[in-house]
């Protein structure tokens, strides 16, 4: 996110146009959405090396795209690893409509601020989110950002990381033993994040920079001999 700029920030050219280029893919979007950004495309790279390396012979694989909105993340992974099917979860029903307007199909109302539902326990072989992770008043948050993007999906708590707290350990649940658990998170969380994604049990947690060089995803795996 780049820095507050002094002048009235305009509408983005993404709500302008009603749509925007993602991963090669182009994707509808309203103001109910967050604008996909290059910084999610990692979230992207991550779940595909997983599938490409470590769940190939082992489809169909399911893939779980928490906070989704716009579907962008899910979506650009079903269209370069066929035969995958994902489930696209968020708390805006507004965001879901939009989701299933870009061709989301297992579209669900789902809280990440809450565990997730017994029905999904142990299910998805990948679990991607890009939480609300921004806190009020941070000065790197861009007023084209702050003034035309839906708050519900931008604000993570006082500090930013209220959603890290409720996803890990709670949503570590909702994969396989061996599963991928990978998160977007704020250009000076990640360590913050790997520490509670370790306290969880977390396996191999690692950090994933982005194109501008800041630390972008955590990410990891659900213990092989986890039956929890």
Known sequence: ?????????????AYELGEWDFYNITL???SDVLIPRPDSEHLVDIALEFLRRDAR????????????????????VEANYPGVTVTYGDISEPALAVAR???????????????????LLGTYGVFVCNPPYAAPGDPALDASVSD????IALFGGADGLDFYRSLLP????????GGLFAVE?????????LRIAQDAGLDNV?????????????????KANDDG
Request: with cysteine; charged share 25%.
């Open 57 to 76: 012979g082992r489809l169909p694989c399911k893939i779980l795209d928490l906070c989704c909105g716009s579907g962008c993340i899910g979506l650009a």
């Open 206 to 222: 690692s950090i994933r920079k982005d194109y501008a060089g800041h630390d972008r995803v955590v990410f990891g795996y659900r």
């Open 101 to 119: 307007s870009n061709g989301c199909r297992d579209v669900r109302t789902l809280d990440a601020l809450s565990p997730p539902p017994s029905e």
């Open 1 to 13: 996110m780049g820095q507050k700029i002094g002048a009235a920030a305009c509408c983005p050219e």
């Open 148 to 151: 035309f993007e839906p708050h």
């Open 28 to 30: 509808k979007v309203t």
């Open 185 to 193: 998170v704020g250009y000076d969380q990640a360590e913050t994040v």
């Open 170 to 177: 709670d949503w570590l649940a909702a994969l396989r033993p």
